[in-house]
Nanobody
Framework: QVQLVESGGGLVQPGGSLSLSCAAS?????MGWFRQAPGKEREFVAA????????NYADSVKGRFTISRVNAKNTMYLQMNSLKPEDTAVYYC?????????????????WGQGTQVTVSS
């Protein structure tokens, strides 16, 4: 079992930046960020493999968001820049038993409780 705890959400103006963190209770393989806006399905944002050498991003965030991890700290990060109102959602950290990058919700076995990100002026 893996426990995941997100932190770093909040309110930011359009064009601003936020950094999210996800602390895992032990070493994990592939990890990812997903988000869910009100009335919408949970969607893929970004994923990173166990070594941190391979990443994948949703087209909607490519060039604005950066995923990274520090395995010595069992922690994953999401740096979000140039935020837009449509980025508003609850952001979830997830961990999978796969060693390759995965983008589907059903590929992930463990989930955090989520952190709210609101982009508004």
């Amino acid at each position: 079992q893996v426990q995941l705890v997100e932190s770093g959400g909040g309110l930011v103006q359009p064009g601003g930046s936020l950094s999210l963190s996800c602390a895992a209770s032990r070493r994990t393989y592939t990890m990812g960020w997903f988000r869910q806006a009100p009335g919408k399905e949970r969607e893929f944002v970004a994923a990173i493999n166990w070594s941190g050498g391979v990443t994948n991003y949703a087209d909607s965030v490519k060039g604005r968001f950066t995923i990274s991890r520090v395995n010595a700290k069992n922690t994953m990060y999401l740096q979000m820049n140039s935020l837009k109102p449509e980025d508003t959602a609850v952001y979830y950290c997830a961990a999978a038993k796969w060693t390759t990058v995965r983008v589907e919700v059903w590929d992930y076995d463990y989930w955090g409780q989520g952190t709210q990100v609101t982009v508004s002026s």
